[in-house]
C-alpha cells in the first residue's frame, strides 16, 4: 500500500501534577484546538454528576456569566467553535473540552488568536459562574432537566440505541455496563453544593490530557503548559504520569471473560422493525499484536458492502435493512447489530452465527480478504480529514498503551495473513443476544 499521507507530529511536551500535555503538529488545517481530557473510573456513584459538570460549566464562566456572552465571544474569534461533554473508553470515564479556532497564520498580526482561545475554554473550566459558594442553583436545575431528556431520548435511536443496550446487557455486572451520561433516578439527589464538590474534586484529582493539535507557536504552547501548572491546588500530591494513576486501561481481567452461557435479552417498544443485536468476547487486547488481525476479521464479517454480513444477510437472503459489526476495542467486544422484520429474527440469526463460523473455517475469499484491507486503508486515511479525529486517535493510543500512527496502522493491517485471522477468530465468543422488538409480538 503506497502513496500515505505524511505524518503529523506528536510530542509529549510536559508532564506534571497528574497533568500530561500534548502537541500534534501538522499544517493541514487552517484551524488549530485546544483539547482538554479529565480521565477517571466509569462508576455509578460519580456517573451522573460527571455527565452534568461540563454541561453547567458550559453556561458561563467569571468573565462571560452567560451562553450568550460566550457565544459573542467565540464569534470575535473569527468564529471559533467549543464544545464539552462525556464519553466512555473502555471503562475509563472522560469528561472532555474542546475548543477549535482559526489558526493564527490566517489572522491578522497580533490577534493573538491561540491565547485567547486557551484563555477562554480555561476560564469555563477552573472559574465557573458561583452562588453562595457553589454552582449557580439555576444552571444545575436546568441542566439536570436537560439531562433528563438527553437520556431519556436516547431510545428515540433505535439503531443506535439497539448496539449500546446490547453491549450494556453484555457487561450487566461490569463498569463498561454503565451508559456514560448516567442515570435519571440519580438526578434527584444532584444539587448545586454537591455537584460542586465533585467538580473540586475532578480538578484536584482527576488525571488530565491535554492535546493541542494544529500550528500553535512553541511561545503560546509555552504559556499556556505555565498557566496550566496552577490548575492543581499545591497539595503536594505525587501525581506522576498518567499512567501511573489506578485508571480503567487494558487490564487482563477486563479482557479475559471465557463466556459460559449465552445470555437473551429481549426488549419492547412501540416498534414495526425489530433490531437484532449480538455481543461478542473478543478475547484481544488493543495492545496485542493480535489487534490488527482482530481489525481485519471485524471487516471480513461486517465492515463494509463487500462483508459477510452485508452480502448474505441483507443482500442474498434479503433478511435485514442493514447489518453490520463494529468493534469496542478498549473492552474487548464486539456487536453484530442487524434491523429485521420481527418474524425473521431466527433466520437472521441463523445467517449471522453462519457467517462467523464460516470465517472460524477459513471460509474466506480473495475478494473479501483484500476489500477489507483496501476500506480498512481508505477509513483510517480519512479520519485525518477532521482534526478532532486526530486527536481522538491519539487519545486512544494513549489509553491503549500504544504508540500507532495513522500509517502504522494501515502498514501493520496490511501484513495481516489469512491464517491470523482464523486464529483470532477462535478466540471470539458470543456473550448476548439483545432483541428489540414490539410490544405486540407474543
Known amino acids: 500500500m503506497s502513496n500515505l499521507l505524511q505524518e503529523e507530529t506528536v510530542s509529549k511536551i510536559a508532564s506534571f501534577d497528574g497533568i500530561d500535555v500534548y502537541t500534534i503538529k501538522t499544517d493541514k488545517f487552517k484551524t488549530s484546538s485546544i483539547n482538554v481530557f479529565f480521565h477517571t473510573n466509569l462508576d455509578r456513584q460519580r456517573v451522573t454528576k460527571n455527565a452534568l459538570i461540563p454541561a453547567v460549566l458550559r453556561r458561563g464562566c467569571?468573565?462571560?456569566?452567560?451562553?450568550?456572552?460566550?457565544?459573542?465571544?467565540?464569534?470575535?474569534?473569527?468564529?471559533?467553535?467549543?464544545?464539552?461533554?462525556?464519553?466512555?473508553?473502555?471503562?475509563?470515564?472522560?469528561?472532555?473540552?474542546?475548543?477549535?479556532?482559526?489558526?493564527?497564520?490566517?489572522?491578522?498580526?497580533?490577534?493573538?488568536?491561540?491565547?485567547?482561545?486557551?484563555?477562554?475554554?480555561?476560564?469555563?473550566?477552573?472559574?465557573?459562574?458561583?452562588?453562595?459558594?457553589?454552582?449557580?442553583?439555576?444552571?444545575?436545575?436546568?441542566?439536570?432537566?436537560?439531562?433528563?431528556?438527553?437520556?431519556?431520548?436516547?431510545?428515540?435511536d433505535k439503531m443506535q440505541y439497539a448496539v449500546e443496550k446490547c453491549l450494556e446487557e453484555t457487561c450487566k455486572d461490569e463498569p463498561y455496563?454503565?451508559?456514560?451520561?448516567?442515570?435519571?433516578?440519580?438526578?434527584?439527589?444532584?444539587?448545586?453544593?454537591?455537584?460542586?464538590?465533585?467538580?473540586?474534586?475532578?480538578?484536584?484529582?482527576?488525571?488530565?490530557?491535554?492535546?493541542?493539535?494544529?500550528?500553535?507557536?512553541?511561545?503560546?504552547?509555552?504559556?499556556?503548559v505555565e498557566k496550566l501548572k496552577s490548575l492543581r491546588p499545591k497539595t503536594g500530591g505525587d501525581f506522576g504520569d498518567l499512567s501511573d494513576k489506578k485508571l480503567s486501561g487494558p487490564s487482563?481481567?477486563?479482557?479475559?471473560?471465557?463466556?459460559?452461557?449465552?445470555?437473551?435479552?429481549?426488549?419492547?417498544?412501540?416498534?414495526?422493525?425489530?433490531?437484532?443485536s449480538l455481543g461478542f468476547r473478543t478475547?484481544?487486547?488493543?495492545?496485542?499484536?493480535?489487534?490488527?488481525?482482530?481489525?481485519?476479521?471485524?471487516?471480513?464479517?461486517?465492515?463494509?458492502?463487500?462483508?459477510?454480513?452485508?452480502?448474505?444477510?441483507?443482500?442474498?437472503?434479503?433478511?435485514?435493512?442493514?447489518?453490520?459489526?463494529?468493534?469496542?476495542?478498549?473492552?474487548?467486544?464486539?456487536?453484530?447489530?442487524?434491523?429485521?422484520?420481527?418474524?425473521?429474527?431466527?433466520?437472521?440469526?441463523?445467517?449471522?452465527?453462519?457467517?462467523?463460523?464460516?470465517?472460524?473455517?477459513?471460509?474466506i475469499t480473495d475478494y473479501e480478504f483484500e476489500s477489507t484491507l483496501k476500506t480498512i486503508e481508505t477509513n483510517v486515511k480519512s479520519l485525518r480529514d477532521n482534526q478532532l479525529q486526530i486527536v481522538t486517535h491519539y487519545l486512544g493510543q494513549s489509553i491503549a498503551n500504544t504508540n500507532d500512527t495513522f500509517d502504522d496502522l494501515i502498514r501493520k493491517t496490511s501484513q495481516v495473513t489469512k491464517q491470523e485471522v482464523v486464529d483470532v477468530a477462535q478466540k471470539i465468543q458470543l456473550d448476548t443476544i439483545y432483541f428489540l422488538t414490539s410490544k405486540e409480538q407474543a
Open 252 to 276: 487482563q481481567d477486563s479482557f479475559n471473560k471465557s463466556v459460559t452461557e449465552v445470555r437473551n435479552v429481549v426488549e419492547r417498544f412501540s416498534v414495526n422493525q425489530g433490531k437484532l
Open 283 to 363: 478475547n484481544t487486547r488493543p495492545d496485542s499484536k493480535d489487534y490488527y488481525a482482530l481489525l481485519v476479521y471485524n471487516g471480513i464479517l461486517g465492515g463494509g458492502v463487500h462483508s459477510k454480513l452485508f452480502q448474505n444477510v441483507r443482500e442474498k437472503a434479503s433478511l435485514a435493512y442493514y447489518a453490520f459489526s463494529r468493534l469496542e476495542k478498549f473492552k474487548g467486544l464486539m456487536v453484530v447489530s442487524s434491523g429485521i422484520e420481527i418474524g425473521n429474527k431466527d433466520k437472521a440469526l441463523e445467517i449471522i452465527l453462519q457467517q462467523i463460523a464460516e470465517i472460524k473455517a477459513g471460509n
Open 62 to 156: 467569571r468573565r462571560f456569566p452567560t451562553f450568550q456572552e460566550i457565544a459573542l465571544h467565540l464569534e470575535e474569534l473569527y468564529g471559533a467553535t467549543f464544545d464539552c461533554g462525556v464519553t466512555k473508553m473502555g471503562e475509563r470515564h472522560i469528561i472532555q473540552f474542546y475548543i477549535e479556532f482559526v489558526s493564527e497564520v490566517f489572522t491578522e498580526e497580533g490577534s493573538k488568536q491561540f491565547d485567547k482561545a486557551f484563555d477562554l475554554i480555561y476560564g469555563i473550566i477552573t472559574q465557573p459562574v458561583l452562588e453562595k459558594g457553589a454552582f449557580k442553583d439555576e444552571y444545575v436545575k436546568q441542566e439536570k432537566e436537560n439531562l433528563k431528556r438527553l437520556i431519556e431520548s436516547r431510545v428515540n
Open 177 to 224: 455496563g454503565i451508559y456514560d451520561y448516567g442515570f435519571v433516578s440519580d438526578l434527584r439527589d444532584i444539587n448545586a453544593q454537591n455537584l460542586y464538590e465533585q467538580y473540586i474534586a475532578m480538578l484536584e484529582t482527576y488525571p488530565v490530557q491535554v492535546y493541542i493539535a494544529g500550528s500553535a507557536s512553541d511561545d503560546s504552547v509555552e504559556k499556556a
